[in-house]
């Protein structure tokens, strides 16, 4: 079975493309030539196929011969300084992949992954595949973008196209330092002393999930998933406070003694978006993330525990894993 990735190079993707070639797939790697391909293996049974998935004609030339095609690139970041590079990749990049998977006579099933802000806020409640984004205002560009990729997803596979949809939640773990692994660089900030405080008040509220636990969600929504179904790959519901607090519990250390109100974090922000327009250097912190950090996004992963036999560690000891693995990288010291 010839499988093709896309966002190979990225924090989920470049994990996936490990499993896969450890499971005994062959697999395509849809790669930018500019990309750093050191988390990719070099294996007999991975090929590389250059392209974007802006660019249509090679989206067509990597799904061309492929059984499988996981649609996992996307532009995962809470501020840019051009959002209209949201619309381009999260939602022009799915509209090829479609495309191509028509064109295609071999694709069995396309994996898409979407993401728990597709769904929005669960403010007050635990949310599931259920849940309708109110699109009543969009804390970031990209939410707003996942949520349109979303619909034409959707409508996608209510016309016959084998698609299986995919949330996962807020991912951490041992892997790419990108944006959007959040949880590993806000540990390396709260064991620098960058981050001194807790974030916020303690009442934000996110699904935790284990990348490596996603990935297997992939691959078996891959093998067990049903088209036109979608699956939510979330995990332990938990406040940053309480992450904070969990990682003194396991280094030992103390827990941090106050708080930062939203409003100075924001500030921060707004400095830390000036200084990015003039380094070009992404900030961690910006004013989208403090709109994210005023609302709760809390879900329910039972129905893919159910059907696709989804499996997510605790929190306690993905954030344990994690901990150690950013120790021996001596990224933080305990």
Same mark, same amino acid.
């Given at each position: #079975?010839k499988?093709?990735?896309?966002?190979?190079?990225?924090?989920? +993707?470049?994990?996936?493309?490990?499993?896969?070639?450890?499971?005994?797939?062959?697999?395509?790697?849809?790669v930018?030539?500019?990309?750093?391909?050191?988390s990719?293996?070099?294996?007999?049974?991975?090929?590389?196929?250059? =392209?974007?998935v802006? &660019?249509?004609?090679?989206?067509?030339?990597? /799904?061309? =011969?492929?059984?499988v095609v996981?649609?996992?690139?996307a532009?995962?970041?809470?501020?840019?300084?051009?959002?209209?590079?949201?619309?381009?990749? *999260?939602?022009?990049g799915?509209?090829?992949?479609l495309?191509?998977?028509?064109?295609?006579?071999n694709?069995? $099933?396309?994996?898409?992954?979407?993401?728990?802000?597709?769904?929005?806020? !669960?403010?007050?409640?635990?949310?599931?595949?259920s849940?309708?984004?109110?699109?009543?205002?969009?804390?970031?560009?990209?939410?707003?973008?996942?949520? #349109?990729?979303d619909?034409?997803?959707?409508?996608?596979?209510?016309?016959?196209?084998?698609?299986?949809?995919?949330?996962?939640?807020?991912?951490?773990?041992p892997?790419?330092?990108?944006? %959007?692994?959040?949880?590993?660089?806000?540990?390396?900030?709260?064991?620098?002393?960058?981050?001194p405080?807790?974030? =916020?008040? %303690? *009442?934000?509220k996110?699904?935790?999930?284990?990348v490596?636990?996603?990935?297997?969600g992939?691959?078996?929504? #891959?093998?067990?998933?049903?088209? +036109?179904?979608r699956?939510?790959? !979330? =995990?332990? *519901?938990?406040?940053?406070?309480?992450?904070?607090?969990m990682?003194?519990?396991?280094? %030992?250390?103390?827990?941090?003694?106050?708080?930062?109100?939203?409003?100075?974090?924001?500030?921060? %922000?707004?400095?830390?978006?000036?200084i990015a327009?003039?380094? +070009?250097?992404l900030?961690?912190?910006?004013?989208?993330? /403090?709109?994210?950090?005023?609302?709760?996004?809390?879900?329910?992963?039972?129905?893919? $525990?159910a059907?696709? &036999?989804?499996?997510?560690?605790?929190?306690?000891? +993905?954030?344990?894993?994690?901990?150690?693995?950013?120790?021996?990288?001596?990224?933080? $010291?305990?």
């Open positions: #079975m499988v093709l990735v896309t966002g190979a190079t990225g924090f989920l +993707g470049g994990k996936l493309c490990v499993a896969l070639l450890d499971q005994g797939y062959d697999v395509r790697a849809l930018r030539r500019t990309s750093d391909l050191s990719l293996p070099s294996r007999p049974s991975l090929d590389l196929a250059y =392209g974007d802006t &660019d249509y004609r090679s989206v067509l030339d990597a /799904v061309s =011969g492929c059984d996981f649609h996992v690139a532009l995962v970041e809470p501020w840019l300084p051009d959002p209209s590079r949201f619309i381009s990749v *999260n939602i022009g799915l509209e090829n992949v495309r191509a998977v028509r064109e295609s006579e694709v069995q $099933k396309l994996v898409y992954t979407s993401s728990f802000f597709a769904l929005g806020p !669960t403010d007050g409640c635990v949310g599931d595949e849940q309708v984004h109110h699109e009543k205002f969009f804390c970031t560009e990209y939410e707003k973008s996942k949520l #349109m990729a619909k034409i997803a959707r409508r996608a596979a209510s016309d016959g196209l084998p698609l299986v949809l995919l949330y996962p939640g807020v991912i951490y773990g892997g790419n330092l990108t944006a %959007g692994n959040v949880v590993a660089n806000l540990m390396i900030e709260r064991f620098s002393w960058r981050l405080g807790y974030v =916020g008040s %303690g *009442n934000d996110y699904s935790f999930c284990h490596d636990d996603v990935v297997q992939h691959i078996s929504a #891959m093998l067990k998933g049903r088209p +036109g179904e699956y939510l790959l !979330t =995990g332990e *519901n938990a406040s940053f406070m309480l992450l904070f607090d990682a003194a519990l396991i280094t %030992g250390t103390s827990k941090p003694k106050f708080n930062i109100p939203l409003w100075a974090i924001e500030a921060y %922000g707004w400095v830390s978006i000036s327009r003039i380094t +070009g250097k900030p961690l912190i910006s004013p989208p993330t /403090v709109e994210v950090l005023r609302h709760q996004w809390a879900y329910s992963c039972e129905k893919a $525990k059907e696709i &036999d989804y499996r997510p560690r605790s929190l306690r000891e +993905g954030v344990e894993e994690l901990l150690s693995w950013l120790k021996s990288l001596g990224k933080i $010291k305990y």
